[in-house]
């Protein structure tokens, strides 16, 4: 494909959005969604639109804290370089030819279309209306949460997750952290009602489990978001568990993004098949550390 899925999300202009207020639900409705500032549209294979908006246009500047705010192009620090050059050191030292080794970036399928200009960033049109009566921009904002907040009222049962939810976290604590990477193999993971999902993911959580501000992104299997079973590259948000507050993608208020190949929401494309070459997403979440943001 020649571009590789690999994503670095800056926690600074995120930040911005949670310590300046956002709406209840996590989203708004005056985004700069549909084809009004796109430059160009790329209509996918597998039914998505995806518009080229000029990067100063992008939704994220209708946020009253991002007005006259100036955009960073590039990191201060940047985990891709040095996690490249750890990675061909480590192949360099390693001859033994191992398959698990061999593993291949993989990109989004809206690429095979078409691809968005320099100064552009493409964003996946979000449906107002499809056949699965799926969320419409507004309510493609928040996932339920984690822990039931009746529960949370029970000293007793404080610890329960919602019926039927079930996590595997790999969770370290005791350190100041600015960010966390995961590499993560794409597949097609089953779900079979519509109100499930599955994701894997790196998140980053602060404060009280009930109450935790969090950045997460990876793949997920989500039909009650994306209307489908396409395996989907993602990006969440809330301060406060997703009881009130919580959006996906590009209808986070104040999420800016600078890269031209990746469009928030899209489908992933190739995905790993059994006794087949696999597939992964890089995923970087982290703080830059030059800077008081």
Excluded at 7 to 14: A, R
Excluded at 201 to 229: C, F, H, M, T
Aim: charged share 20%; hydrophobic share 30%; proline share 6%.
């Amino acid at each position: 494909m020649g571009i590789k899925l690999m994503s670095i999300l800056m926690l600074q202009v995120t930040l911005v959005a949670i310590s300046r207020g956002v709406p209840r639900n996590g989203s708004s409705s005056k985004q700069n969604f549909g084809p009004k500032f796109a430059v160009k549209s790329i209509q996918s294979e597998d039914g998505d639109v995806i518009d080229c908006i000029g990067i100063h246009n992008q939704p994220a500047f209708n946020h009253p804290a991002l007005r006259n705010h100036k955009i960073q192009m590039r990191p201060t620090y940047d985990p891709i370089m040095v996690t490249k050059n750890e990675k061909e050191t480590r192949e360099a030292s390693d001859h033994k030819g191992n398959r698990d080794l061999y593993i291949t970036t993989t990109a989004q399928i809206w690429h095979k279309s078409g691809s968005c200009h320099e100064v552009t960033i493409p964003i996946r049109r979000v449906p107002r209306k499809n056949k699965n009566k799926v969320t419409t921009v507004d309510g493609h904002a928040r996932k339920k949460p984690t822990i039931s907040p009746y529960r949370c009222k029970d000293n007793k049962s404080m610890n329960l997750l919602r019926a039927n939810h079930s996590l595997a976290i790999l969770h370290t604590d005791g350190y100041a952290y600015f960010g966390a990477k995961g590499d993560i193999k794409v597949c097609y993971p089953s779900v079979e009602l519509d109100d499930e999902y599955t994701t894997s993911q790196v998140a980053l959580k602060s404060g009280p489990y009930n109450q935790y501000e969090a950045i997460e992104s990876g793949r997920a299997v989500n039909p009650s978001v994306y209307g489908d079973r396409q395996t989907r590259f993602f990006t969440y948000w809330t301060i406060d568990a997703s009881v009130e507050t919580g959006c996906f993608d590009a209808t986070c208020p104040g999420f800016v993004q600078i890269g031209k190949d990746i469009a928030l929401g899209a489908a992933i494309y190739p995905i790993s098949k059994p006794n087949e070459l696999p597939y992964q997403i890089t995923i970087f979440i982290f703080k830059s550390l030059n800077q008081l943001h």
